[in-house]
């Protein structure tokens, strides 16, 4: 029954609940409602936090700064629910902001559609129905719920400062319902070209920076990166170029920001692409997330994850596991969307594997 709150039944006939249970597409819709792209994750926090006080949870609200750039963003937080009084032994994590555009909220009777359905605002739902039906089976849970995490994991930098003292950490990502095995990591570098401008009937005269970034870009293109046999090749975007004043100017500056999937170590790709610039433009390194294998769970069905998790910033809060609902294909496009039943199985899944954990 979609329509209906989770079934108290499929989890344990011996639970007691304290608070009605909850409806799952409901309050997922309640949060993809409040809109909460990087930077603007405030009013979501706000909700999430008055949300689990009412539930019983013992509630945090730890400020997350906003970066020069979003000045005017407001502010925002991240969201802490524990037990009352006691250290938890497992905590449920994810992230409350999602990519740019805002896409409302819609739902037939098998799928949820909008942005942050699957990335991460059902995660979330599962989480905190998984984590109050573990809750009342006597185990010791938490969660935690971070802004920043589709910039530079500013929130879970700040939640790395003050760890609840936690043996393991479940992150929520789209994972189809898999446990990974590993996520890449991540490597952001800027590169940027100087020149000196002149006309460009007298390129002679000029010195071109775009022609030089063109030449670093060309050779990014064609790197050898490091493979990892089990995970998979690393992987190069260049993601945004700019650069010039006019096509009949030459250019004094250009500039690109590039991004390498990492599948190990950082150094050798490093290396690389510092010899690519040598001699033609300036290499500045903006942000690294590294690599991380984690362990299986019996019984759950396994996978790697291409993309870069809050799991690296996140190191203080005990052994990290990744699993969650819904297909990183679909999440950061227009046509998001996670199945109810996915949503609902996910559930499932978070309390078998939080119940092995603390068996």
Do not use: C
Not at 73 to 82: A, D, K, L, T
């Amino acid at each position: 029954d979609f329509e209906g709150a989770i079934d108290r039944e499929r989890y344990s006939g011996s639970i007691m609940y304290a608070y009605p249970p909850l409806d799952l597409v409901r309050f997922t819709r309640e949060l993809v409602e409040i809109e909460s792209t990087t930077y603007r994750e405030g009013a979501v926090g706000d909700f999430l936090a008055d949300f689990l006080a009412g539930r019983g949870w013992d509630v945090e609200k730890t400020a997350v700064p906003q970066p020069a750039e979003s000045a005017t963003g407001g502010p925002r937080w991240n969201v802490y629910g524990g037990p009352p009084g006691q250290s938890p032994d497992l905590v449920f994590s994810t992230h409350m902001d999602t990519v740019p555009p805002y896409i409302p909220f819609t739902e037939d009777a098998d799928f949820m559609y909008g942005r942050g359905v699957s990335d991460a605002k059902g995660i979330i739902a599962a989480q905190v129905a998984a984590a109050e039906a573990l809750r009342a089976e006597g185990f010791r849970i938490g969660l935690l719920f971070v802004s920043g995490e589709e910039r530079d994991s500013a929130g879970a930098k700040v939640a790395n400062q003050s760890p609840k003292g936690s043996r393991f950490l479940i992150n929520g990502e789209p994972t189809d319902n898999r446990l990974a095995l590993a996520s890449k990591g991540s490597l952001r570098a800027a590169f940027r070209s100087t020149g000196r401008m002149a006309h460009s009937a007298y390129p002679e005269l000029g010195d071109s920076a775009v022609h030089k970034l063109v030449q670093v870009l060309g050779k990014l293109l064609t790197l050898e990166l490091p493979v990892s046999e089990d995970v998979g090749a690393s992987t190069l975007n260049i993601g945004q170029v700019q650069g010039g004043y006019a096509p009949n100017v030459i250019a004094d500056k250009a500039e690109a920001q590039v991004l390498v999937r990492l599948v190990g170590d950082s150094a050798p790709v490093r290396k690389a692409l510092l010899e690519a610039a040598d001699g033609l433009a300036e290499v500045d390194f903006t942000l690294e997330i590294p690599f991380v294998r984690m362990r299986a769970v019996d019984g759950l069905p396994t996978m790697i994850a291409k993309f870069t998790t809050d799991i690296p910033q996140l190191s203080n809060w005990g052994e990290p596991l990744l699993l969650g609902p819904g297909s990183i294909h679909v999440a950061h496009t227009p046509f998001e969307k996670l199945a109810k039943k996915e949503l609902l199985d996910a559930v499932e899944l978070y309390i078998k594997v939080g119940r092995q954990l603390l068996a």
